[in-house]
């Protein structure tokens, strides 16, 4: 940790604590997911793992919008810490609020059709209920979710991530009401843990930002609904699950990648990152790593969970000034040393998940030797080198990809992971870069 931090930084040793129990953490859960290969992360100890992780990350989080309150510059999507607010009952106090109507509005589903100006909804200061209210989500009832989900039964819990349980249901794809098991459209419902302070905070977060954006590389978030101590998050059903499920878990049912599908999904999560850094858009995801790549059916890649996103720096800003908040591995150096953010944290955070496309590898693994164990560390001096590159790719896939192809990902890949942050590229850079290498191979 950097000996000097950012002035407009409260509470540095509270900081430095918060990031040694976020890095233990991570530890553990990528201990654990080496151990266990199943898909979704379904296993008890994946499950114990993620809630240990969900936890300590939450009491970040409530450190983070402690200290923003006075000096951010951008919307907190709530006055209320999450240990001051970890539930979820409040809501349905809220004036000329309704979370027990769940009728449709329009058809439920938001999308942009039209470009997003810098003064849109996603920078205007709002209130919880303005966000709500202003919402276009489908307002579920419990009742609708529990029918879709046949009770939230065991069969139809597919694993956990960090904002709670994780269940497959289905509904009707026109009138958004909750069908037998099996027919018309399938779903992914989130429902948060009592025992996860990862809630209210996070939950508006989505609903804010990942409510009125529709692009075919972002996850699209179809409803929601509050119930008592639980909030629910409803999207499309990604029939692939995640990136590193694939990569990593090498469960039963998940293929290797092809290295054709890989540079695919690089462009695809490209794209998706390159909406939100737009003008028009202007968010930083902050928490972009392959657990947040999913797939399709056609193995088409969307960018899933806004829950840490935050809004870029206005005006003559450079960055925002934040908690430090991501996944260890994935976050950019320069962020962890001062705090100070922007959409080059993406950008490196994208270069991670380009490495271990190519290479196959987590980018933190303890089952790896020392030299090894830091994906990054172990890989930058063998991808500068062309007649080492070879050593980084992944083994099952040798063959498939042009010495072209392997030195020009290589390149782009270093390019993202640049300690200096002005010599990353941005991701329109990036989605043209990808584009050309694909577009060569086609030719």
Not at 202 to 219: A, D, F, R, S
Request: charged share 25%; proline share 3%.
């Amino acid at each position: 940790m950097a000996n000097q931090m950012n002035s407009e930084i409260v509470g540095s040793i509270d900081m430095r604590v918060v990031d040694a129990m976020i890095s233990f953490s991570e530890r553990v859960d990528s201990l654990i997911k080496s151990e266990t290969g199943s898909f979704y992360g379904d296993s008890p100890l994946y499950t114990f793992a993620s809630r240990v992780d969900s936890a300590i990350r939450s009491s970040s989080a409530s450190y983070e919008a402690d200290n923003e309150a006075h000096n951010s510059t951008t919307t907190n999507v709530s006055s209320q810490t999450l240990t001051q607010q970890p539930h979820f009952h409040h809501l349905h106090q809220s004036k000329g609020l309704n979370l027990k109507d769940g009728r449709k509005e329009e058809n439920g589903l938001n999308g942009l059709s039209r470009k997003v100006s810098s003064s849109s909804m996603l920078l205007t200061p709002q209130t919880d209920d303005e966000i709500l209210q202003s919402s276009k989500l489908k307002r579920f009832t419990f009742k609708e979710l529990k029918t879709a989900t046949r009770s939230f039964r065991p069969d139809s819990l597919v694993g956990e991530d960090g904002f709670g349980s994780v269940f497959k249901g289905w509904i009707d794809d026109e009138t958004l009401t909750p069908t037998k098991s099996g027919t018309r459209m399938a779903i992914t419902v989130k429902r948060n843990n009592q025992d996860s302070l990862l809630g209210y905070s996070e939950w508006l977060t989505e609903i804010k930002y990942l409510g009125q954006l529709c692009h075919p590389n972002l996850v699209k978030l179809i409803g929601y609904a509050s119930e008592d101590d639980h909030g629910f998050l409803v999207y499309e059903w990604m029939a692939r699950g995640s990136l590193d499920n694939h990569l990593f878990r090498r469960a039963f049912d998940c293929e290797t990648l092809s290295w054709t599908i890989r540079m695919k999904v690089a462009l695809d999560a490209a794209k998706g990152l390159a909406l939100l850094h737009g003008d028009e858009v202007h968010l930083i995801h902050r928490n972009v790593k392959t657990s947040n790549i999913l797939l399709d059916s056609n193995y088409n890649a969307k960018l899933s969970d806004l829950m840490l996103a935050r809004n870029g720096p206005e005006g003559d800003e450079s960055h925002v000034s934040t908690r430090v908040m991501g996944s260890y591995g994935y976050v950019a150096p320069e962020y962890i040393a001062t705090g100070r953010l922007t959409k080059k944290n993406d950008v490196y955070g994208f270069g991670v998940v380009l490495l271990e496309l190519m290479s196959g590898k987590r980018v933190l693994d303890r089952n790896k030797p020392i030299g090894e164990y830091n994906l990054v560390e172990w890989a930058k001096p063998l991808l500068i080198d062309r007649k080492r590159i070879s050593k980084v790719m992944d083994a099952r896939i040798k063959g498939q990809y042009s010495e072209r192809e392997e030195v020009r990902i290589a390149h782009l890949t270093i390019q993202c992971l640049s300690v200096e942050p002005k010599l990353r590229p941005t991701m329109d850079e990036m989605v043209r870069s990808l584009e050309h290498l694909q577009d060569t191979k086609d030719a």
